[in-house]
């Protein structure tokens, strides 16, 4: 690392878990610096499993309800994170791109990543529980470094 560049920050990305976090998920996570979770988490408990491996932003799936996470989680959350504008929502078209940087978004089970001419990068994470490619079981690993993206991809996963 050069003098004044700052450490690599490492973010798990997940969506549509559904009440089940596999070892490879939970492997995978490990030693992230943030985890982000666009919706259909579906367990309290498995909430709260991530946020014994890092601090947990999470937005609320179609198969989530407030009352089980508190009313601090709603369907569309945004925070500014390693220096970047953030947007997570379990619906790709209720995103607003060209206002942040990184955009996470679920529900399809089916992973991608693609940057908008706004320079936006989007990220669907796919799913570790129920994949709908033939991928299999993924997610997705973001780093950040110096208020900028040095990586993105998809991880799949082992079954």
């Known amino acids: 690392m050069a003098e004044g560049d700052s450490p690599i920050m490492r973010v798990g990305v997940v969506s549509d878990t559904h ?3 596999s070892q490879s998920l939970l492997a995978e996570l490990e030693g992230s610096d943030a985890i982000v979770h666009a919706g259909d988490i579906c367990s309290r408990t498995h909430l709260e499993r991530l946020w014994q491996i890092a601090p ?12 089980q996470y508190g009313p601090e989680v709603k369907q569309f959350v945004q925070f500014t994170l390693g220096g970047l504008r953030w947007q997570v929502c379990h619906y790709r078209e209720r995103l607003d791109l060209p206002v942040c940087d990184i955009a996470v978004c679920g529900h399809t089970h089916r992973p991608f990543i693609e ?13 570790p529980t129920f994949p709908r490619t033939q991928m299999g079981p ?17 991880v799949e996963l082992q079954e």
Do not use: F
Request: hydrophobic share 35%; aromatic share 8%; glycine share 14%.
């Open 56 to 67: 947990v932003h999470l937005c609320l799936g179609n198969n989530d309800w407030s009352y």
């Open 115 to 127: 940057t908008t001419p706004y320079g936006t990068i989007v990220m669907n994470p796919g799913s």
């Open 19 to 21: 009440g089940y976090l």
């Open 138 to 154: 993924t997610c997705g690993r973001v780093l950040l470094q110096d208020g900028k993206v040095v990586s993105a991809e998809i």
